[in-house]
């Protein structure tokens, strides 16, 4: 059974026969295959792109949750090749262009946010993607960044994150001299520092760089940088590392990405986030030796830790571009950016990939797919057939004669579609509608009236929609007068009596209970977590100072419910 991990699967059968009978088994479903309804019109997170050189139409993009897919038509048609692996979500991919038929793929994810997915190791492929050999590196958990030795395809070099959750030894730089057979961790320490990214000068295999990342993220915080962070060098094929600091901020230093210039590649650019999200672009023009603070440019949204990666032009020196919630363009080296035109496009930008033969096109993958432009940015066509979805949670109503099925998803909407349609075709991404914007989460229907759909961004923010009038009303309940603030959970527990369809249960640090579909709200317990102050809790093994790497916005809500039942 292929293992479609980002589509939405009409397992809610599993859900309800699980309800019905306590003996359920999953023997009871052998028999059953799962269809596959979609959605592809809305997409979902693209983590890296790679490009075959010598034919552009051969394109790989890998997936937060949804695999590696392939196009061997500039884009046009895509087919899934990692559907049969232990994990679905990729952190790199790159080609070996002396062959283009040899893929690498790193594992996990390297945005760690608070909701990613991890990994197990690094692949190979030599058929162009059919089939996958395991390469090891299973601990690593977040592969960011995979670098081939242009000059000796048997040696690839390996940035890992690692765990983003707490203590662990599989991070950092790591090499190996036969084709993935054994690995050396030649950078990075056992506890906190680990790689965001590599660089090879093309010109000289010896001649390396890695940037390393010192951070600890908890269910209470997110602690983004310390001393383990820094840019270093390699002079000898990564197996000593010299630590580059002239020019470079004395401070904690947080999230860094880097780049070679194409034209220069005695010239590198460094985009380093500081303390509490500021941050700066730096360029060096002698291979490290020094560098240049430009700008104060830094990646924001929803941090510098989501984004931050650099790419260089190949069609023009200084031209650089920092991705971001609306990615940053310089024209100058990093002196003055602009904001990319977004227009009819996702924003949540991620992975950027050229094309050396057309100094117009761009490909950009984000939050919600792959765009592409053919002048170069002033016009975006969206790919509107990869399926990546990224679910939270799903409901389900009784209408007839289909029932509809509701997710959450991430940055793409509260979604609906019906079950089955009796059109020929099945269900397409015409069928699917939105409820309701921005990040979803846990969705909640009325029984007996399909009509009333429930639904929510993060924190608690929930909403009754009215499927027959388009209506939407938030209900969010709210603390009274003197109270505190409500701490609601990143993803809030809702649910709907089946004794009294009017009736909700909601929670935040309490439960909440209506009677009238939301319009008024009473508590019905106190204080149910342990209120904990979040700073007070342990980063790097003990407890920070408040003036340290914090990202405060980063963070979720702690000390709230996170289930109701």
């Not at 059974?1 to 479903?29: E, G, N």
């Not at 592409?372 to 990869?386: A, G, H, P």
Request: include cysteine; hydrophobic fraction near 30%.
């Amino acid at each position: 059974m292929k293992r479609r991990i980002y589509t939405l699967f009409t397992f809610v059968l599993t859900f309800t026969l699980s309800a019905l009978s306590q003996d359920f088994t999953m023997d009871l479903l052998k028999d059953l295959s799962p269809r596959n309804i979609g959605p592809a019109g809305m997409s979902g997170r693209v983590t890296s792109i790679d490009v075959v050189l010598n034919n552009t139409d051969i394109i790989y993009a890998g997936t937060a949750s949804g695999g590696l897919w392939k196009s061997e038509s500039g884009g046009i048609k895509w087919s899934p090749i990692f559907d049969n692996e232990l994990t679905a979500s990729i952190g790199a991919v790159k080609i070996q262009q002396s062959n283009p038929s040899v893929i690498w793929v790193g594992t996990g994810e390297g945005n760690p946010r608070n909701s990613l997915n991890g990994g197990f190791g690094i692949y190979k492929s030599i058929d162009g993607g059919k089939t996958w050999m395991e390469k090891g590196l299973k601990e690593t958990r977040h592969i960011h960044r995979i670098v081939i030795d242009p000059t000796n395809p048997d040696i690839i070099y390996v940035g890992a994150i690692g765990s983003p959750w707490g203590e662990h030894k599989e991070r950092g730089v790591y090499k190996s001299i036969d084709g993935g057979k054994s690995w050396q961790q030649t950078l990075g320490d056992s506890e906190w520092v680990g790689a965001t990214d590599l660089l090879i000068d093309p010109r000289n295999s010896d001649l390396l760089y890695a940037a390393t990342w010192q951070r600890h993220r908890t269910v209470a915080g997110y602690l983004g940088g310390g001393p383990g962070t820094a840019i270093y060098k390699s002079n000898d094929g990564g197996d000593n590392w010299i630590k580059l600091k002239k020019g470079l901020p004395k401070s904690n230093m947080g999230k860094i990405g880097l780049v070679l210039s194409p034209q220069k590649p005695d010239v590198i650019y460094a985009a380093i986030e500081l303390d509490r999200r500021t941050g700066g672009v730096y360029k060096s023009e002698n291979q490290g030796a020094s560098w240049k603070k430009m700008s104060d440019a830094v990646a924001g949204g929803t941090g510098p830790h989501y984004y931050q990666e650099l790419y260089a032009s190949p069609h023009n020196f200084d031209e650089i571009y920092l991705a971001d919630n609306y990615m940053q363009v310089s024209f100058d080296g990093g002196k003055t950016f602009v904001r990319m035109n977004e227009t009819e496009k996702h924003v949540d930008n991620h992975a950027v990939a050229f094309k050396s033969s057309d100094k117009n096109y761009i490909l950009v993958g984000c939050d919600g797919g792959l765009y592409e432009s053919f002048d170069k940015t002033k016009n975006w066509k969206f790919i509107d057939n990869l399926p990546l979805t990224q679910f939270y949670k799903i409901a389900v109503d009784d209408n007839k004669p289909f029932y509809n099925i509701y997710g959450g998803t991430q940055d793409n909407n509260t979604q609906g579609a019906p079950s089955r349609t009796d059109n020929i075709h099945g269900i397409r991404n015409s069928d699917w509608f939105i409820i309701l914007g921005g990040d979803g989460h846990q969705p909640a229907t009325e029984p007996g009236n399909p009509n009333i759909v429930y639904a929510q961004w993060q924190r608690g923010n929930l909403n009754r929609h009215d499927r027959l009038t388009g209506e939407n009303i938030n209900i969010k309940p709210q603390p009274e007068f003197g109270e505190k603030t409500e701490r609601f959970n990143w993803d809030a527990p809702i649910l709907v009596s089946p004794h009294n369809p009017k009736r909700l249960y909601f929670a935040s640090q309490r439960v909440w209970k209506s009677d009238d579909r939301g319009d008024s709200w009473e508590t019905i317990s106190e204080d149910l977590t342990n209120n904990i102050e979040r700073i007070s809790t342990p980063f790097y093994g003990s407890k920070q100072k408040w003036n340290n790497a914090w990202d405060v916005r980063a963070m979720s809500n702690y000390s709230t419910i996170t289930s109701l039942s």
